[in-house]
């Protein structure tokens, strides 16, 4: 998409036929563009990891008959509000980190604050309304969740400078994101596990790998303005760290399926996300700046896919 003197109250690299803009007044734009309401992928993401564990966690409750399907359910819809809540936030959060930068790089420049649309106190008052409806989120679970939940705020607020100071800001973000690999768990059982453990570092290197691909598209913009990122180290070799980090993803899950006793569909929905992978990694042209974003959208389907596989898995007869 390209601005216009038309549309310049909406962002270079969105879609311009979102919801956003049919539904919404055009005052509220800024805000959604701050929460990128308007690119789902991002909260689909954070959402994924949740599932998975709270899927891999009635495996094993439903194992042993202590699973009440009701509080499933309402964890499942929690954890959609939360991280709709808390990737709109993050993301406010980052664009105030990065105003400066996001004026020098040309995918990022009509975003609401580097264009003006938007004043930093209108979006740290926007950040706090997120967080609010995050943190009410968050005290609808156990106190062990809720201690769980909060500690993963140190990460959060330090990922956005992380591509300051190392050339792994993907891995920063993993840590972020992949937080719900623990919370998933934690939210059904009120305590940790092997699996929960394995979840979270699985999901820690996938979230390197579909990101590297993502940062891709920026890699020139990226170099000018001092950015760093594990597209910009890897460089041509990128398809091979690619196969180590979605390999390591598979085997890992593997082995927390392997542990929590999941039965066959489990598996049978691991092996269409490991051809999916495949598919990344053969087909990647890190050049591509189309088609590295459409790779990396890739992965909304492929998280559902891995959790369908361990949903139709819980034996709830």
Same mark, same amino acid.
């Given at each position: 998409?390209?601005?216009?003197?038309?549309?310049?109250?909406?962002?270079?690299?969105?879609?311009?036929?979102?919801?956003?803009?049919?539904?919404?007044?055009?005052?509220?734009?800024?805000?959604?563009?701050?929460?990128?309401?308007?690119?789902?992928?991002?909260?689909?993401?954070?959402?994924?990891?949740?599932?998975?564990?709270?899927?891999?966690?009635?495996?094993?409750?439903?194992?042993?008959?202590?699973?009440?399907?009701?509080?499933?359910?309402?964890?499942?819809?929690?954890?959609?509000?939360?991280?709709?809540?808390?990737?709109?936030?993050?993301?406010?959060?980052?664009?105030?980190?990065?105003?400066?930068?996001?004026?020098?790089?040309?995918?990022?420049?009509?975003?609401?604050?580097?264009?003006?649309?938007?004043?930093?106190?209108?979006?740290?008052?926007?950040?706090?309304?997120?967080?609010?409806?995050?943190?009410?989120?968050?005290?609808?679970?156990?106190?062990?969740?809720?201690?769980?939940?909060?500690?993963?705020?140190?990460?959060?607020?330090?990922?956005?400078?992380?591509?300051?100071?190392?050339?792994?800001?993907?891995?920063?973000?993993?840590?972020?994101?992949?937080?719900?690999?623990?919370?998933?768990?934690?939210? +059904?059982? /009120?305590? &940790?596990? $092997?699996?929960?453990?394995?979840?979270? #570092?699985?999901?820690? @290197?996938?979230?390197?790998?579909? =990101?590297?691909?993502?940062?891709?598209?920026?890699?020139?913009?990226?170099?000018?303005?001092?950015?760093?990122?594990?597209?910009?180290?890897?460089?041509?070799?990128?398809?091979?760290?690619?196969?180590?980090?979605?390999?390591?993803?598979?085997?890992?899950?593997?082995?927390?399926?392997?542990?929590?006793?999941?039965? +066959?569909? /489990?598996? &049978?929905? $691991?092996?269409?996300?490991?051809?999916? #992978?495949?598919?990344? @990694?053969?087909?990647?042209?890190? =050049?591509?700046?189309?088609?590295?974003?459409?790779?990396?959208?890739?992965?909304?389907?492929?998280?559902?896919?891995?959790?369908?596989?361990?949903?139709?898995?819980?034996?709830?007869?």
């Amino acid at each position: 998409m390209t601005i216009s003197a038309d549309h310049t109250d909406r962002v270079y690299d969105a879609p311009s036929n979102s919801w956003v803009y049919r539904l919404l007044p055009r005052p509220a734009w800024p805000f959604a563009q701050l929460a990128r309401w308007d690119r789902p992928i991002g909260w689909q993401l954070l959402m994924w990891p949740c599932f998975w564990s709270s899927a891999l966690a009635a495996n094993h409750l439903a194992r042993n008959h202590e699973l009440h399907g009701w509080s499933f359910a309402v964890q499942l819809l929690l954890f959609f509000l939360g991280a709709v809540a808390m990737r709109g936030a993050g993301c406010t959060y980052n664009d105030l980190v990065d105003h400066k930068i996001d004026s020098e790089v040309a995918r990022t420049r009509s975003r609401p604050l580097p264009s003006g649309r938007v004043s930093r106190l209108q979006a740290k008052l926007f950040i706090l309304l997120q967080a609010l409806i995050g943190a009410a989120v968050l005290f609808c679970f156990n106190g062990f969740s809720i201690v769980l939940g909060l500690s993963s705020l140190v990460i959060v607020a330090v990922y956005p400078f992380a591509k300051r100071f190392t050339d792994w800001p993907q891995f920063f973000l993993g840590l972020a994101f992949s937080w719900g690999g623990l919370m998933g768990w934690a939210g +059904l059982t /009120g305590s &940790l596990s $092997l699996a929960a453990v394995l979840t979270y #570092l699985a999901a820690i @290197v996938w979230t390197i790998g579909y =990101d590297t691909i993502y940062a891709h598209q920026d890699k020139e913009d990226d170099a000018l303005v001092g950015v760093r990122s594990t597209a910009r180290l890897f460089g041509d070799d990128t398809k091979v760290w690619l196969t180590g980090f979605y390999g390591g993803m598979i085997l890992l899950l593997l082995f927390a399926f392997i542990f929590t006793g999941v039965a +066959l569909p /489990g598996y &049978l929905g $691991l092996v269409v996300a490991a051809g999916l #992978l495949t598919y990344q @990694v053969s087909v990647l042209d890190i =050049d591509n700046p189309t088609q590295c974003l459409a790779l990396f959208k890739m992965n909304h389907p492929l998280g559902f896919i891995v959790f369908l596989g361990l949903l139709v898995a819980i034996p709830f007869a």
